[in-house]
């Protein structure tokens, strides 16, 4: 190295100690969002987690502007089209359900309350039925009134999947629609009341195919949220959403940004659930990730509204200093990393060589490599994440310091056969550097006892359709182990549960499970269908859990957690289970 | 005491180098008058560029030492500030150079480069710039200057080029013209048209005019006085009578036997010089010369150790050379002389 | 000249072509030729969980099941002539030229290309005048004083100029001018030129200097080595000769010969600009079009990478085109033929 590039790098080295220790949050000029912090640092003091089961900086004086950024974008702002998790957070600001979840923090948030409804459904013949009655006078942004007509409106526009291709479809196979019907543009003038029906303006009726009891659940979903037919323009609503809530849309530019104001025909006199602190919202969209993190260190932004954690570059600054920490949460999700064993690939079929993989995966170096303890997760022993009914820590392969057992592995796969060991191979999503660091944890120990793993990378957005997801390819290609993920829609263990684990499910291609194929699982599915008592259903889902885990078709990685940090300047600030992120409708700009 | 129009004197220019010092000029002394041409000869290498470049001033600031005089007019230009030298570049001295494609610029015209070099010195509109610059094209024998001064470099011929290089340098009616190669570059029959012009031309304007060379026939025309460079010194300085009637340098002999001439094939040279020009970092001790001389024996290694004095032979005629006058000029009348007019 | 211009600009529009022909071969045909089903394209446009009738549906509405040429065909068809879109409620017209509707958001691919390449352009224009004016004239001054204590760190900032990457520079910049410093704005409040030129400028300063950085660098030691070659010339000499004062000779003669390398890069460099300064708008969140294709590579929206694909391609193919009419101009030796 040359005398000039080694004063080049120092000179580098200090550039780049200014920017870090400038990032460290010692703070020279107050940026324009820190006048508004230094109050909320007297008013609050920071603290880790200190939005966890707790609201933190409560308050309910009202006024400013809410900043927030995206760093992707919603998949559709129209209530009918989104799927995201933060946008059924967020919708909520512009749009009323029939239902939604208490803001609230912890366990609390995860109660359904009724929201346009003016209680929750109502069934008289075991959950076949569903009746919503209406609170009577609440209107939309231009003032019209509120009727269950729209209600059925939305709910049957939302049926048409060519035009609303990403929302849920929980609602198309649940209710009984009429043969053929195709939504409520192609099929105009069809007659949908098999399916819903309003009595009255105030009364909606959801009529399903067969007994659904949680069906309170499904209607907390935008889908819900009634859309006007006459502004209704299909595919092009989502530039401009009618307002049922306490905000309505200002400028929206699709793919750029968006703000929201008061909305004049909201009456808080009919909405218990929203304080609607701020006079606004600003949100940024297709934002630099990393630069969302800088912001919100700096003070310059309140909140990522993806709520999927902070990025690797602002954790390794944030956790090393306290100050920052103390503004971190790290609430857990109910999702979980896990890899499935499957058994249509031999030696796989084997339950002892699945056994093998159970005994010799070191779950610690796993846990680091989604992330470690904090923006990873909490190892996981089965398939229920702890915040849902039927949690139950499994203790069938523990091992000490969760690192793994050769013994127990190398005498399980004496037992099946393969006492050298086998090959096989481990697909993961190539854009997502967590789950190819699992593949390469799993392939160093599974190697220490012989099992000897290939890394086989697919494209995300073709990893179930093609890959991983397709059991002919699976099959083809000898994928023993596939690395996934699973995340529930709401806060119920039936919804989270039943579309990985339930074998009836299982298709062509597009397939999230294809390891756990059981028969007396689906029969205990089918018996929690009909078990009324919830502590009953609530031991079965426990079995399954066991039953999965004794046949060793998935080896749980972690149930995820997030690290987020609380914007400066933000009042109430709590991140509830229903969100796992903080409650937009609740949040306030510290005034 | 009437001085010469210019006169310079002792001049030394010595480039610092990381491999030593370059003495391209070492002590070189001549003058010359108005209406009067100077021919400097020598190789590639001898320090004829160089001196010209230093005359202009061009080497000012560049690193080079300079040192001794050089008085143009009446002014003396080794001590003069950079700036008042500029002012006189182009006004009162003048260059033409060896290749014009090469030292005209590419990308303006010909017209464009005539009046650039006009309106420095003259404060005049561009219409009356470019008035002069036409006349300039015609006195320099360019067919329709009215058109071709809107032409580019690259769209004229080697001669025409050249004629509009001359036109360039005389646009300001200088009083010393250096010519530098002004017909290397260009083919047989074209060197002897612009030979031609330049010597009308000095008439014309009453210029002193030097003219560098290596090839004696080009000066053996225009020049009144040649001065032959070797090393970096003169080492013969007179008339051209002098010069190639009576040359007493057995450098000057080498050149006199490799002169082209139109009866004769370049190839067939009479007297070559063998070996190739001296360094100019490791001068030869001695004679610079010795190492390629003919008759270095007849010094009794006097050349090996001496630098030899320019010495007068005959009125203004001076010779650097080792060997007494007489045995110079038994040489050149029994040896020298016959060789060269057996063709 | 005319015919010249002629034949360039058919060539262009064959080039054009030939990008959109292997654009399209690269997001549609490759996967096919590993076994994507229509099915498989569709289903990257569907929710979390939809149902195979879903995304058949998806399929059918997005055209996947026609065969690939009439799939290319309705694409250019689309731009040549335009085509119509069905929201659901009613159908709307895409006036030529139509780059489809994002199979993503549904919006119309081309208004948001001429919005972003505002962007783009504003941040291309800004940046290329600050490098220009700062690499030439650092590459001119360190030609003149070669050797000398400027010209080695002006080099030395040249060259780690040229070797850091644009999110390290912007992101440090960023943080620290921005945040800390709080002089300038942070990324994404990009303000456009005709709402307040000031604010315009203000919120692009920083992306530009450090785009400009990256550029400068480079120029600079392009136009020192140009320098260096023009200084040496005859008829560098010449001007001397002639009496000029340096600054004329340096400028009219020295830099006059070596600006026409630069003139040529800069053209080139400028048109790739156009097409999107992917990373300078990724770090700043400046939504222009690099921005854009990135976004739309990520989400898969073929009609998005498609149209910005064929927007930037142009923009370099008739920068090419004036680089190559415009080096006739600068200078006089070249012939168009």
């Known amino acids: ?591 | 005491m009437t001085q010469a129009h210019l006169d310079v004197r002792d001049l030394r220019i010595h480039f610092p180098t990381d491999d030593g010092l370059v003495k391209s000029v070492d002590g070189l002394s001549f003058s010359l008058d108005r209406g009067k041409t100077l021919g400097i000869v020598g190789e590639s290498g001898s320090g004829k560029s160089v001196t010209s470049l230093g005359i202009l001033g061009l080497h000012k600031g560049g690193g080079a030492k300079i040192s001794g005089e050089i008085w143009l007019d009446g002014e003396e230009l080794v001590t003069a500030s950079p700036e008042h030298v500029r002012t006189l570049r182009g006004k009162k001295m003048a260059m033409i150079f060896q290749d014009p494609l090469s030292a005209m610029h590419p990308f303006y015209t010909v017209g464009a480069q005539i009046i650039e070099a006009y309106r420095i010195h003259h404060d005049v509109s561009k219409k009356v710039a470019r008035k002069h610059a036409i006349d300039m094209l015609g006195r320099v024998g360019i067919p329709e200057p009215t058109r071709r001064v809107d032409a580019y470099p690259h769209e004229f011929s080697g001669g025409m080029r050249q004629r509009a290089m001359i036109a360039m340098a005389l646009s300001c009616d200088p009083e010393l013209l250096i010519a530098d190669e002004p017909t290397t570059a260009l083919d047989v029959t074209v060197q002897a048209q612009i030979l031609d012009l330049m010597r009308d031309l000095q008439r014309e304007f009453d210029s002193a005019l030097i003219i560098i060379t290596h090839d004696l026939g080009v000066v053996a025309e225009l020049s009144d006085d040649i001065l032959v460079m070797y090393g970096g010194k003169c080492v013969e300085y007179g008339t051209a009578e002098d010069v190639f009637y009576r040359p007493e340098h057995p450098y000057t002999w080498g050149l006199l036997g490799s002169m082209p001439r139109l009866d004769r094939e370049v190839s067939e040279r009479l007297l070559p010089i063998k070996g190739s020009p001296p360094s100019l970092i490791n001068v030869p001790p001695g004679c610079a010369f010795h190492p390629r001389c003919p008759y270095e024996e007849r010094t009794d290694g006097k050349s090996r150790s001496g630098v030899p004095e320019l010495t007068q032979t005959e009125g203004g005629h001076l010779v650097r050379c080792h060997m007494s006058k007489d045995e110079r000029r038994a040489l050149w009348e029994n040896e020298i002389k016959p060789v060269l007019e057996s063709q | 000249m005319i015919t010249y211009i002629i034949r360039r600009v058919i060539g262009a529009v064959l080039m054009l072509l030939v990008v959109s022909v292997v654009t399209f071969a690269i997001f549609f045909l490759v996967p096919r030729i590993a076994g994507a089903t229509p099915e498989a394209f569709a289903s990257r446009y569907v929710g979390r969980t939809a149902s195979q009738e879903t995304i058949q549906l998806m399929a059918q509405r997005l055209g996947f099941n026609d065969p690939l040429a009439v799939q290319y065909g309705r694409f250019i068809k689309g731009v040549v002539v335009g085509s119509e879109y069905d929201t659901g409620t009613s159908v709307e017209k895409c006036p030529a030229p139509c780059f489809g509707y994002s199979f993503i958001t549904q919006q119309p691919v081309w208004p948001d290309l001429l919005d972003r390449s505002r962007v783009t352009l504003s941040l291309a224009v800004g940046a290329a005048v600050i490098w220009v004016i700062a690499g030439v004239s650092t590459g001119v001054l360190s030609a003149l004083k070669r050797g000398s204590f400027f010209d080695r760190s002006a080099m030395g900032i040249a060259l780690a100029g040229v070797s850091l990457p644009i999110f390290f520079t912007g992101m440090i910049s960023l943080v620290f001018f921005s945040y800390n410093l709080g002089w300038t704005v942070p990324g994404g409040t990009y303000v456009d030129l005709t709402v307040d030129p000031l604010q315009w400028a203000y919120s692009l300063l920083l992306p530009w200097i450090t785009l400009a950085f990256l550029f400068a660098a480079g120029y600079a030691r392009l136009t020192r080595a140009g320098m260096l070659e023009a200084m040496n010339e005859d008829y560098i000499r010449t001007a001397r000769a002639k009496g000029l004062p340096e600054r004329t000779v340096v400028v009219r003669h020295g830099l006059r010969a070596a600006l026409t390398p630069i003139v040529t890069i800069f053209g080139l460099d400028f048109g790739l600009l156009l097409g999107g300064a992917v990373l300078t708008e990724s770090t700043y969140s400046l939504n222009g079009l690099g921005k854009y294709a990135v976004d739309a590579i990520t989400n898969n929206d073929l009609p998005k990478v498609l149209g910005v694909t064929l927007f930037a391609a142009a923009f370099v193919v008739v920068a090419n085109l004036l680089v190559d009419l415009l080096y006739a101009v600068v200078d006089p030796r070249v012939r168009l033929s």
């Open chain 1, 1 to 591: 190295m040359s005398r000039r590039s080694i004063l080049a790098t120092a000179a580098l080295g200090t550039v780049l100690a200014l920017g870090l220790a400038a990032c460290g949050g010692g703070g020279a000029a107050p940026t324009p969002g820190q006048t508004g912090a230094a109050s909320a640092g007297a008013a609050a003091k920071d603290e880790f987690n200190a939005s966890i089961d707790k609201i933190w900086n409560p308050s309910d004086k009202k006024g400013g502007i809410l900043k927030l950024a995206n760093n992707g974008t919603w998949d559709s702002l129209d209530p009918g089209n989104t799927y995201y998790g933060y946008s059924f957070n967020f919708i909520r600001l512009y749009g009323r359900a029939l239902l939604m979840f208490k803001p609230a923090p912890g366990k609390d948030g995860n109660t359904l309350v009724p929201d346009l409804a003016e209680s929750l459904g109502e069934t008289t013949d075991g959950g076949k039925t569903w009746t919503y009655k209406l609170r009577k006078g609440v209107k939309y942004e231009d003032g019209t009134e509120v009727t269950s007509k729209d209600v059925a409106y939305a709910v049957a526009r939302s049926f048409d999947k060519k035009v609303h291709p990403s929302g849920p479809s929980y609602l198309n196979e649940l209710l009984d629609w009429p043969k053929d019907y195709k939504g409520a543009y192609e099929s105009k003038d069809a007659d949908i009341s098999s399916a819903i029906t309003t009595p009255d303006d105030q009364t909606i009726v959801f009529h399903l195919k067969q007994a659904f009891g949680s069906f309170d659940y499904i209607v907390q979903m935008p889908m819900t949220m009634p859309v006007p037919k006459d502004k209704d323009t299909g595919s092009k609503y989502q530039e401009h959403v009618i307002s049922t809530g306490p905000y309505m849309f200002d400028k929206n530019e699709i793919g750029k940004s968006f703000t929201l104001k008061r909305n004049p025909n909201w009456d808080a006199a009919l909405d218990p659930n929203r304080p609607a602190l701020p006079d606004g919202y600003e949100v940024a969209l297709n934002v630099n990730a990393d630069d969302i993190d800088n912001r919100i260190i700096s003070g310059d932004l309140h909140v990522a509204v993806a709520g999927t954690g902070m990025q690797t570059a602002a954790l390794s600054r944030v956790l090393p200093d306290p100050a920052l920490k103390a503004r971190a949460d790290n609430p857990s999700l109910q999702r979980l990393w896990y890899t499935s064993v499957i058994p249509d690939v031999k030696p796989l079929d084997n339950v002892d060589c699945r056994k093998a993989i159970q005994w010799a995966a070191d779950r610690t170096g796993l846990q680091q490599a989604y992330g470690g303890e904090l923006s990873g997760g909490e190892i996981a022993t089965g398939m229920i994440p702890p915040m849902l009914a039927g949690y139950k820590k499994i203790s069938t392969y523990e091992t000490p310091g969760s690192k793994g057992d050769e013994a127990k592995a190398k005498a399980a796969l004496t037992a099946c056969g393969q006492p050298n060991g086998f090959e096989t191979n481990i697909s993961y999503r190539a854009e997502r550097p967590a789950e190819k660091a699992a593949a390469e944890a799993l392939q160093q120990s599974l190697g220490k006892v012989g099992i000897k793993l290939t890394l086989k990378p697919f494209p995300q957005g073709d990893y179930f359709q093609l890959y991983a997801g397709r059991p002919a390819y699976v099959k083809e290609n000898n994928i023993g182990l596939a690395i996934n993920g699973w995340g529930s829609d709401y806060p119920e263990t039936f919804g989270y549960l039943q579309a990985i684990v339930d074998s009836r499910t299982i298709r062509e291609a597009g397939n999230y499970n294809l390891s756990i194929k059981m028969p007396e699982v689906d029969k205990l599915i089918d018996s929690i269908k009909g078990e009324a008592d919830e502590a009953k259903r609530t031991e079965m889902w426990a079995q399954i859990d066991q039953l999965i885990m004794d046949q060793a078709v998935t080896l749980p990685g972690v149930y995820a957690k997030s690290l987020l940090m609380r914007g400066k300047g933000v009042t109430n600030a709590f991140i509830s289970d229903s969100q796992q992120m903080y409650d937009y409708v609740a949040l306030g700009v510290q005034q």
